[in-house]
């Protein structure tokens, strides 16, 4: 047989074998009987081999899917599918023209700000933007837009489709705004559509975008968008934001000034200067450095001009007049508390984009701001403080910021706030800044954390107002890996001493041993649930002294929430809030139970007895306006004296004072000491039971009301205890000398201290008694070390 007819003879013999290959073709093909043509020896192996591994099986299957899914098919599904995209866009293209106004959120309104009583406060936000030609505006500085928002500016067709289609994909699966976006298209949001992130608006932008590149010119879309754009400080368009940062006409900007101004349009909030953190300085500066980088790389700049370019600081903010005094203030937290919420309900994606929305217009904002209350606190601040205060004659005395908060801690409402002498001198809010130390303000909220945590000391012994400690100065602390042993205010030694009078004089080395008792991770943890933000805070014994920042809002909350009975209280500076006629709903200022009550008002209790026979008895106890009304708070003074606070509370009314050293002009943190010709008393140094103390207690004892107790669950403390028999004081105070009943009996030795309640109980670690007797002037040498953490800082006077 012939190789050709061999072939044909197999190919036969395998179509007639396939219907019985699971019967007998192996047989078959093994025995060579008659059942099957003879095969050749290959093709017989080859068969038998296909039996044995079931090769074939399932073909008919598969060859039914081959023929419904063929390439041509699949091509065709495609072709047709990419006809159908290509048809519905030109049907868009067609029917979407170019706007022929603005859209009315770049109209922008006015805001309108009210007291409580509905009485008008301020009225802000009228157009801060004056359209200027690009002609006007130098070419370099027109290239530094270009260069830091899209370098293809002068060559695309007006968007980017790889980016346009990012975001849309980004907005169907939930991510939110991301960049991309050309200088036109964001032009044509800016001013012909909205800043929401949906599809049908990304489409819009994308096809509008397209006819304007098409009819208009890139200096026509350039000269609009550098006129729309935000640039923060509520300026609007290159002319208002030149005038804002550098005081000067967009005409007159140097390159280096533009580029600031370029990157600023990434994140107006975070990069201006005036306000940028660390880290937001840090990025601005990169974000300059982009842009001038980009325009080397296009040719718009020398390579060596750009090497000897530095980077422009702009001006102090100038606020408007119309917020002078306690207004800007006031506006100003208003704004900071609506634009955070903005964020969290999703309103906006970023704090500089609520921001820009806020300063759209169209807010009609009333503050929790009691008019009365609001006069009374800047009556006591100027009488006590201000009046007192004389730049020409001291110069410390022009570094003094005062700042106070006072909330309802039944309802969470910031009734009065001052933040500095005159909003329009003094930017910076005193009221909300959170950049100086609350010193041993802080001191309550390790003992409500000892007690809520049910903490024991070092040797087993439940932790409440009666504990003893030792109260020895510069004592190391126990039962820490990182070695820590604070001095006292003054360096005085007082031996064993109960939790209670510690409390009352502010003992360091008492508190630093209970913070490691407790476990700093539980005392941070309770703090944050209080209301002190303590994200990101090095755990370790020093934060015991009060050593990180906070500002007097966030001290008032945290105090409230104790005068709250455990119940968490956010202060609110904003009443109501409607945008357009909208309404905007607010967080209820009250919130879940954060501590026991038990442990709210055991320390509660136990700062009565910081004002009745501690450390603020002088200015608070002994003030003749008092007239019997129960009082709970601390003082507090930090590290070098840059800071002094008293934050109290009745039953009805928390408030929170603050004293802050900044140079006033170069803003940096500087001592008080010396401040009002206080050299005399402590060496001049201004101590919390001073001044802030005054303050408030005339401003309390004036707003309070009617007098009232404290309603109190607790067995322990001051406020429910008889009070022990009273120790010698200290340093004397920078306050007033008060009357003869409520100062303690001097001494010419060491501390005397009451009998402890529990006398077989030894204090916690080392029970050494004083070897020397407290010095008249405070017990500290050299200079205090720069680290607020340093264990061997000097202690704080409270």
Not at 334 to 347: H, P, T
Request: hydrophobic share 35%.
């Amino acid at each position: 047989m012939g190789r050709a007819e061999e072939r044909r003879a197999r190919q036969r013999s395998g179509r007639r074998a396939v219907p019985a290959r699971s019967t007998g073709t192996t047989a078959s093909a093994s025995t060579g009987t008659a059942d099957s043509p003879s095969l050749g020896p290959r093709a017989a192996a080859r068969a038998q081999a296909n039996a044995r591994s079931g090769k074939g099986k399932g073909k008919g299957a598969k060859g039914g899917i081959r023929r419904f899914f063929t390439w041509k098919k699949v091509v065709g599904a495609l072709f047709t599918f990419v006809l159908l995209i290509m048809g519905a866009f030109v049907v868009l293209y067609m029917e979407t023209p170019i706007p022929d106004e603005a859209n009315a959120a770049a109209q922008l309104q006015s805001n309108v700000y009210k007291y409580s009583d509905g009485t008008m406060l301020a009225r802000t936000g009228e157009l801060n933007r004056e359209n200027v030609a690009l002609a006007e505006v130098p070419k370099e500085v027109q290239h530094t837009f270009v260069a830091a928002e899209n370098k293809t500016f002068y060559q695309d067709a007006g968007v980017d489709l790889k980016g346009t289609t990012r975001g849309i994909l980004n907005t169907l699966s939930g991510k939110g705004a991301q960049g991309g976006s050309t200088i036109t298209q964001q032009y044509v949001k800016n001013y012909y559509l909205t800043q929401n992130q949906t599809v049908t608006r990304k489409l819009k932008e994308l096809v509008i975008s397209l006819k304007l590149d098409r009819q208009k010119s890139k200096d026509y879309i350039l000269a609009g968008y550098i006129n729309t754009s935000y640039y923060g400080r509520g300026a609007y368009g290159i002319q208002a934001a030149a005038q804002a940062y550098y005081r000067k006409d967009a005409k007159n900007l140097t390159v280096e000034q533009g580029a600031y101004l370029a990157a600023l349009l990434q994140a107006p909030n975070q990069y201006d200067w005036a306000i940028a953190t660390d880290t937001g300085k840090k990025l601005a500066q990169a974000r300059w450095n982009y842009v001038l980088d980009n325009m080397v790389g296009q040719h718009w700049l020398d390579a060596g001009k750009r090497a000897a370019m530095k980077f422009p600081k702009p001006m102090t903010p100038k606020p408007a007049p119309e917020l002078k005094g306690q207004t800007g203030y006031l506006v100003d937290a208003a704004n900071q508390s609506l634009e955070k919420q903005l964020v969290a309900e999703g309103s906006a994606g970023s704090m500089g984009d609520a921001e820009a929305l806020l300063r759209r217009g169209g807010w009609t904002i009333t503050l929790n701001i009691d008019k009365k209350k609001q006069s009374q606190l800047e009556q006591a601040v100027k009488e006590q403080l201000t009046s007192k205060l004389d730049a020409k004659k001291r110069s410390v005395d022009g570094n003094v910021q005062p700042g106070a908060v006072s909330v309802e801690p039944k309802t969470g409402r910031v009734l009065a706030l001052y933040g500095g002498a005159d909003y329009f001198k003094h930017y910076t809010n005193n009221a909300t800044r959170r950049d100086y130390q609350p010193a041993s303000t802080f001191k309550p909220l390790i003992l409500a954390a000892a007690l809520d945590e049910q903490a024991k000391t070092q040797d087993g012994r439940p932790i409440d107002a009666n504990t003893i400690y030792d109260g020895t100065s510069r004592r190391p602390v126990k039962g820490s890996s990182i070695g820590f042993a604070p001095p006292n205010e003054d360096n005085t030694n007082y031996g064993p001493i109960t939790v209670q009078k510690a409390m009352n004089q502010s003992v360091n080395s008492v508190f630093a041993q209970m913070g490691v008792d407790v476990g700093m991770d539980n005392v941070l943890k309770v703090a944050n649930s209080l209301g002190l933000d303590t994200k990101g805070l090095a755990v370790v014994p020093a934060q015991t002294l009060g050593t990180m920042g906070a500002s007097p809002l966030e001290m008032a909350g945290v105090y409230a929430t104790l005068d709250n009975h455990g119940r968490k209280v956010t202060p609110a500076v904003i009443k109501s809030a409607v945008h357009q006629g909208n309404p905007f709903t607010l967080p209820d200022p009250v919130g879940s139970q954060v501590v026991s009550p038990q442990a709210a008002d055991t320390v509660t209790s136990v700062l009565t007895g910081v004002v009745d026979d501690g450390t603020a008895s002088r200015s608070v106890a002994a003030n003749e306006a008092r007239d019997g009304q129960q009082v709970a708070g601390k003082t507090g003074t930090s590290d070098n004296n840059k800071s002094a606070w008293f934050t109290g509370y009745t039953p009805n009314l928390v408030t929170s004072v603050g004293l802050f050293g900044e140079d006033a002009k170069k803003h940096t943190q500087v001592p008080l000491t010396g401040a009002t010709g206080l050299i005399a008393t402590s060496g001049g140094r201004i101590n919390g039971g001073g001044y802030p103390a005054q303050i408030w207690a005339q401003y309390t004892f004036s707003a309070m009301g009617s007098v009232s107790e404290f309603d109190l669950d607790t067995t322990q403390g001051a406020a429910v205890q008889p009070p022990p028999s009273p120790s010698l004081s200290q340093a004397p105070s920078s306050s007033p000398p008060s009357s003869p009943s409520s100062s303690p009996p001097p001494s010419s030795s060491k501390p005397a201290t009451s009998k402890p309640p529990t006398a077989s109980t030894g204090p916690t670690g080392s029970s050494k008694p004083p070897t020397s007797p407290p010095p008249s002037t405070p017990a500290t040498s050299g200079s205090p070390p720069a680290d607020p953490l340093d264990p061997n800082a000097p202690g704080q006077q409270n």
